[in-house]
C-alpha cells in the first residue's frame, strides 16, 4: 500500500514541519528613522519655566558710544563710556512636539509576548517625534535656522551644484570659529562630485563613531530634513555653536513630569469606556542663533541633476 504513494509524501512536509516552529521576531523596521546628526552636534542649554531672554548689544550704537584709548598720556582725562543694552531682547519660548498613543486593551493583553505592543508602540512614535523634532530645528517658522539667517549672512551658489569655492564663501561668512555645515544627503554627494572633479577630494574625520566628509577642517553633516525641492535645489548651513561662542544653541528644561529623556516625556492618559488606554508623548525644544554671524546659508544648491548614458534628467 505504502508503494501506492508518491514518495514526496511518505515524508513530514516543510509546510506542515514550519506549523510546529517558533519563528524568531523582529522589532518593527521604520526606515523613517535618521541618525539625526544634529540634535548630537548641537549645544543644548537648559531654561526655567520654558522661556530663555536673548540680550544683544546695540550693534548700531557700540561703536559710536564706546570710546577706548591705548595708553593715555599726561593728565588726559580717561574716558567714560559705557556698552548700550537692547531694551526690548528677543525671548525664544520652548514648544512641544507631540503625540497620543490610543492602544486598546485587549491588544495590549493578550498580543504583548515575546514583544510588548505598549513599549514597541511607544519607541516607534517617539521616533517619530525626534524626527519631527530635527525638523522643527531646521524648518520652524519662528526659531527654526533656516527661516531665521539673517538676510546678509545668505548667499547664493555660483554655478548650481556645490563647489569647493561656494562653501569658501560660506566660511567667509561664519569666520569665527565655525563648527560645523549641515546639508542634505544628496548636496554632499554633489559637494564630492564637484570635489572629485577638481581634483581635490575632501578628507574624512569620525565622529561619534561614524565617518565623516570635511572641508577646511570642518565636519558636513548629513540631515534629510534640509529639503530638496521639485526643482532639485537645497541649502547647505554653516554653524558656529555654544553660549561661549556666540554661537547656535539647542534650549530644552529638564524635569518635565514623566521625563524619560531630557525634555521628553511619557505620560499615561487613562482608559476610556472603550477599553482605549491612551499614553501623551511630549518633547520640548526650541533653538537660539545668539548673534547673526553664527549661521550662514548657502541657497539655491542644485543637487537633483544626474549623468545616466549620456542624458540629464531629475528624479
Known amino acids: 500500500m505504502a508503494e501506492d504513494i508518491p514518495e514526496e509524501r511518505r515524508t513530514l512536509s516543510e509546510q506542515a514541519a514550519r506549523q510546529l516552529a517558533n519563528a524568531t521576531k523582529t522589532r518593527a523596521q521604520w526606515s523613517g528613522i535618521t541618525p539625526r546628526w544634529l540634535v548630537s552636534f548641537l549645544p543644548w542649554v537648559p531654561v526655567e519655566a520654558g522661556i530663555y531672554r536673548l540680550n544683544r548689544v546695540k550693534e548700531s ?14 593728565d588726559a582725562e580717561l574716558p567714560e563710556t559705557f556698552v548700550p543694552y537692547e531694551e526690548e531682547p528677543n525671548e525664544y ?11 486598546q486593551t485587549r491588544v495590549s493583553d493578550l498580543y504583548s509576548h515575546p514583544i510588548d505592543q505598549i513599549q514597541e508602540q511607544l519607541r516607534l512614535l517617539i521616533e517619530k517625534v525626534k524626527e519631527k523634532q530635527e525638523s ?35 566660511i567667509s561668512k561664519v569666520w569665527k570659529e565655525p563648527a560645523f555645515f549641515l ?14 572633479r577638481r581634483g581635490v577630494p575632501p578628507p574624512t574625520v569620525t565622529l561619534f563613531g561614524s565617518p565623516f566628509i570635511t572641508w577646511r577642517g570642518l565636519p558636513i553633516v548629513p540631515t534629510d530634513k534640509l529639503y530638496v525641492d521639485a526643482n532639485g535645489k537645497s541649502n547647505i548651513l554653516l554653524l558656529r555653536t555654544g553660549e561661549q561662542k556666540q554661537g547656535v544653541v539647542g534650549l530644552f528644561q529638564p524635569g518635565v513630569p514623566g521625563e524619560i529623556s531630557p525634555s521628553l516625556s511619557v505620560r499615561f492618559m487613562g ?45
Do not use: M
Open 271 to 315: 482608559i476610556n469606556r472603550k477599553a482605549i488606554a491612551s499614553y501623551l508623548i511630549s518633547l520640548y525644544c526650541s533653538s537660539a542663533i545668539l548673534t547673526k554671524d553664527a549661521l550662514g546659508v548657502l541657497e539655491d544648491v542644485d543637487v537633483g541633476r544626474y549623468h545616466k548614458y549620456g542624458h540629464e534628467y531629475y528624479e
Open 93 to 103: 519660548w520652548l514648544n512641544a512636539v507631540t503625540t497620543v498613543l490610543d492602544v
Open 136 to 170: 522643527e530645528l531646521i524648518n520652524n517658522a519662528d526659531y527654526g535656522l533656516l527661516p531665521n539667517t539673517a538676510a546678509s549672512q545668505r548667499i547664493k551658489t555660483r554655478s548650481g551644484p556645490p563647489t569647493p569655492d561656494d562653501l569658501d564663501e560660506l
Open 183 to 196: 546639508a542634505h544627503p544628496r548636496a554632499i554627494a554633489a559637494f564630492g562630485r564637484e570635489c572629485t
Open 61 to 74: 550704537t557700540v561703536d559710536a558710544s564706546t570710546t577706548v584709548q591705548c595708553s593715555p598720556r599726561g
